[in-house]
């Protein structure tokens, strides 16, 4: 069977400066993505025109901030993270190479190829949160398979892991011994015995 190489990771945005450029339809998806998984992201959008569901969107939101005009080069400048999320094919390949040549991780929305990350469909409840990723293959098979975790998880787990942060806290004890205790109290979660 075909794998999925990805490597997933859960970045702290509030600690990174993203830039999305191009404030469309797509636009507005992303950063609403980004906004919802963590609402003190720093994100600067620059697009010669904004969908009036991202301006609604940013006018709630003091860390995003829009900057209407074109791209240039110097918009990658101090930013970690870009998403080119343009209608137009040849500037998001533009915007890739100029991340490229700064070293910044990017996002090309139309051309998979061109991605360094993709964002994932999330699952959240609470504490918890779960990416999945189709490997492109169909993004919206991921919005229906979070739509089905979402509900599958119950509610109770935030109190779960709410006392195994206080239990694994008071643990004493070498890292093995630790590891082994958290083991036995958790074994019920999945039904084992070990
Ligand atoms: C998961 C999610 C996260 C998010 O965006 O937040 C996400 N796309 C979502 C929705 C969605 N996107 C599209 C549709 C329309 C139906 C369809 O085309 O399938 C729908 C469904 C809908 O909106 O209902 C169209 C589309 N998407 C991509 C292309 C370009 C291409 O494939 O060439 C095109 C065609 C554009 C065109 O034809 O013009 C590309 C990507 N989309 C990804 C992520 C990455 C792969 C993730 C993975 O590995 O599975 C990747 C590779 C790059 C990236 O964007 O990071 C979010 C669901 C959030 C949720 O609700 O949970
Ligand atoms: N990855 C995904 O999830 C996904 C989903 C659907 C579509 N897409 C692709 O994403 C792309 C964007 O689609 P859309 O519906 O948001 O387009 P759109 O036409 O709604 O928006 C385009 C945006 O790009 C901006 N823009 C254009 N030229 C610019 C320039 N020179 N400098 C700065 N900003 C500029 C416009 O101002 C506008 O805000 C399309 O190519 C589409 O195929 C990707």
């Known amino acids: 069977m075909e794998q999925n190489h990805l490597f997933p990771v859960f970045f702290k945005l509030e600690q990174l400066q993203v830039l999305v450029v191009g404030g ?11 906004l919802q998984n963590c609402p003190a992201a720093r ?6 025109w904004f969908a009036p569901e991202l301006e609604a969107l940013a006018a709630g939101f003091p860390n995003v901030t829009l900057v209407q ?35 910044v991780l990017i996002n090309v929305a139309d051309t998979p190829a061109l991605c360094d990350f993709y964002l994932g469909s ?3 409840k609470g504490s918890l949160k779960i990416a999945i990723s189709t490997n492109g293959k ?10 089905v975790l979402q509900d599958a998880i119950p509610d109770t787990l935030e109190a779960v892991l709410h006392n195994l942060s206080a239990i ?10 630790k590891v ?15």
């Open 24 to 34: 469309g339809n797509v636009g507005h998806e992303k950063v609403n993505a980004i």
């Open 43 to 48: 994100v600067t959008v620059v697009a010669t």
């Open 69 to 103: 005009k074109e791209f240039s080069c110097g918009d990658i400048f101090g930013k970690d993270l870009v998403i080119a999320a343009t209608a137009d094919k040849q500037l998001n390949s533009c915007i890739w190479e100029k991340a490229k040549a700064g070293k």
């Open 122 to 124: 999330v699952v959240q």
């Open 138 to 147: 169909s993004p919206t098979v991921a919005k229906r398979l979070r739509e």
């Open 168 to 177: 694994r806290d008071r643990l004493k004890g070498d890292f093995a011994d």
């Open 180 to 194: 082994k205790k958290l083991n036995e109290l958790t074994s019920v979660l999945v039904g084992k015995g070990d």
